[in-house]
């Protein structure tokens, strides 16, 4: 991995769209938490920076979307989380050959790894197992949703003359 002024410069930039989608674009759902599309910003910071970088910029920009929502008791199961999401779309992410399937395989390990991991947390914040699995069908909700918005912004940016070269990465 190179670590020079480009990549911390895109990290940055990456951390900031992360928090910014995620603190304004928010729907409310009680004490668990909130609805936000800020993972499939995270989806796509994959193909641009590497894992450790990448995992960071997406940890660090959900996290602070967290404390600053009210949800601080999130920040640290969401920096532990969304690492482990980035490390595992990353190694996706180069394996895959085609187009739409490993951006698929990205979306759904998304969507497993976030129910899990957050429902895991939820039962260790609440105590309770129903918390955790009312938390898991929101969290689903979520991961969808980004999984879908990633798809599309990635066959769309491949899809345009420059958008090959951007994330051939």
Known sequence: ???????????????????????L???PIGASGYLNIGDSVIYISTFFLPFPVAGLAGAVGAAMADILSGYAIYAIPTLIIKFLLVG????????GKSRLVP???IAVSG???TCIGYGIAEWIIYGDIKAAFVGMAMNSLQSITCGIIFIIVTLYIRSTKNGKNLLSK
């Open 25 to 27: 674009l928010q729907i």
């Open 1 to 23: 991995m190179k670590f020079n002024v480009k990549t911390l410069s895109i990290s940055a930039l990456f951390a900031a769209i992360v928090f910014v989608v995620t603190y």
């Open 103 to 105: 951006n698929i395989i």
């Open 111 to 113: 969507i497993v790894i």
């Open 88 to 95: 595992i779309w990353g190694w996706i992410a180069k394996k």
